[in-house]
């Protein structure tokens, strides 16, 4: 590794043991120095390029251009590493939406030189003390609209020093703009190493328990050069829009990194659905839009009420794309949509195809500058049309941050996204089903024993087991087997009275995109002779639609 810039080594001192890492291989794309800050690669070399006066983002309030976009990032750095007092590598929990404060934040702490910890909106204090405890977070900047869960969880924890929020203008003593305005100098950007940590993007295992992903700096121009210079091919005229959060890696990529690094802009819109996407890329002639399988289903039968005529690329990803929604959009809009998959340990997209290289199906080829192939258990390679663990390696990989799931995740120097594939003969890659007991609902991860934990927390509920079951909109919706003490189903108005409270106590407790949308009451769960809940069983039942 190189010479590090961080003064605080934590990160560094957790990073999985060496030869736990997977191989990383370098392409052509993606040949840096030793030396590199991502933020400012990504900002100031494109103002150095001539990018200073164009619109960088865009939202229904205002435009930004990229010298702005600098000053404001530059402004947010001076007051991280003065009046915060933060020294490299201490780490930085961000939480907003997808709002040009956020995104300023985000390549404001990179820039400086600490690590990125961007959070979901939808994360409860519960869980957002889960991740500032496990990267031992120092700092929070978060959107004051949503500081509630962060005053309620996370300023508990022992390693944190500051908490500012943005977005006020009330001009309180911990306000980031009341810091802000003192700064109108150029910041330079840390001298990191191009393998110093950048960020610690999080996901839920099937336990429940966060795993943090450590990425390097050099793992962000990766991101954005490979899947987007090869499949996506976006220019400095292109105007993306869409929905993933900028915590998920997907949204990070999609929504700000992407368009940053070829000089194009980005428009930031919270609190999207269906009608409002469509609305919003009319009314900002958008040209690429990342979005979930869910959302192109939802938006073909309005499309036809909306001028379209700008938009050129679709990506969808976080989930399988059924063909029928592909064929749905592309009926509704003409456009063939940009299939891909991609995980946090790997930052974004591997696999994916694009025009005429789709084929019905299948997700796509490789991604230049990746390797991928079908092993069985015993790390074999498989001969086409056989079914067996998806097996990737390339420029990016999985590192967890302290965690003994990387022997998991990582074997003989692959990663294992958990996922079952087949290929055929011509390298195309079929998707399966996923490995493990994670639920993919609309492009969210949901870990199922972790909402069991929530539900067992309710004093009605003596046992539960938590499934994904298919559902024609949203991929699989979580299902909860639940089995009730004695006298509390008249207690609580019966099955539809007690499925309304453990819905409600769901969203109460954790990020409300993980409350079971089924509840199927049982009188026992099936389990193994030593007690082990046979969940296989529960999603047979599921896909039958029954109990």
Aim: with cysteine.
């Amino acid at each position: 590794m190189n010479r590090s810039a961080h003064v605080d080594t934590f990160t560094r001192d957790h990073l999985p043991p060496a030869e736990q890492w997977p191989l990383l291989i370098e392409s052509p794309d993606t040949r840096y120095g030793p030396r590199l800050n991502a933020a400012a690669e990504l900002l100031d070399r494109m103002i150095e390029r001539g990018f200073g006066d164009a619109v960088a983002l865009r939202s229904d309030e205002a435009c930004c251009s990229w010298r702005q976009l600098q000053a404001q990032v530059d402004r947010v750095a001076q007051v991280l590493r003065g009046p915060m007092g933060l020294v490299p590598g201490k780490r930085v929990l961000l939480r907003g939406g997808n709002h040009p404060m956020m995104a300023a934040c985000w390549l404001a702490t990179v820039k400086a030189g600490l690590v990125a910890v961007a959070t979901m909106p939808l994360l409860r204090a519960a869980e957002l003390k889960q991740i500032a405890e496990k990267a031992q977070v120092n700092a929070v900047l978060c959107d004051v609209r949503l500081r509630a869960e962060i005053d309620e969880g996370a300023r508990t924890c022992a390693h944190l020093e500051h908490a500012l929020f943005f977005n006020d203008g009330s001009g309180a003593a911990d306000a980031l703009e009341s810091f802000t305005g003192r700064y109108d100098q150029p910041f330079q950007g840390c001298d990191t190493a191009a393998d110093d940590i950048a960020l610690i993007a999080f996901t839920s295992g099937t336990t429940g328990q966060p795993k943090g992903t450590l990425h390097f700096h050099r793992d962000v121009l990766a991101m954005c050069d490979l899947f987007p210079r090869h499949v996506l091919k976006p220019t400095a005229d292109d105007i993306f829009c869409g929905t993933p959060p900028l915590a998920f890696t997907f949204g990070l990529g999609g929504m700000l990194c992407f368009p940053m690094r070829v000089g194009a802009s980005t428009l930031l819109l919270e609190a999207l659905n269906p009608e409002k996407l469509l609305a919003a890329i009319e009314r900002h002639r958008a040209t690429v839009c990342f979005t979930a399988p869910t959302f192109y289903r939802q938006m073909a039968p309005l499309a036809s009420r909306y001028d379209l005529s700008s938009l050129r690329a679709c990506v969808s990803a976080g989930e399988a794309l059924p063909d029928a929604t592909r064929q749905l959009w592309k009926q509704a809009t003409g456009i063939e949509m940009i299939d891909g998959i991609g995980s946090t340990e790997m930052i974004h997209i591997f696999i994916s195809s694009a025009g005429k290289a789709v084929r019905p199906g299948a997700i796509g080829k490789v991604v230049p500058g990746y390797e991928a192939r079908i092993v069985d258990e015993q790390m074999n390679p498989l001969p086409p049309h056989t079914v067996g663990k998806l097996a990737v390696r390339g420029p990016t990989g999985c590192r967890y941050l302290a965690d003994a799931r990387q022997s998991q995740y990582v074997r003989e120097g692959w990663n294992l996204p958990g996922d079952t594939f087949m290929v055929d003969e011509d390298g195309y890659f079929y998707y399966q089903a996923r490995s493990d007991d994670m639920i993919i609902s609309a492009g969210y991860n949901i870990a199922g024993p972790e909402v069991e934990a929530v539900l067992l927390t309710h004093e009605a509920v003596a046992e539960c087991g938590v499934v994904g079951a298919p559902d024609a909109e949203r991929g699989q919706i979580v299902q909860a087997h639940v089995v009730v003490r004695p006298g509390m189903l008249e207690r609580f108005g019966g099955e539809a009275g007690l499925t309304r409270i453990l819905q409600d106590f769901v969203k109460r407790t954790v990020a409300p995109y993980k409350y079971p949308r089924s509840i199927v009451f049982r009188e026992s769960l099936p389990r193994t002779e030593t007690g082990k809940l046979q969940r296989f069983r529960l999603r047979q039942a599921a896909a039958e639609g029954g109990g």
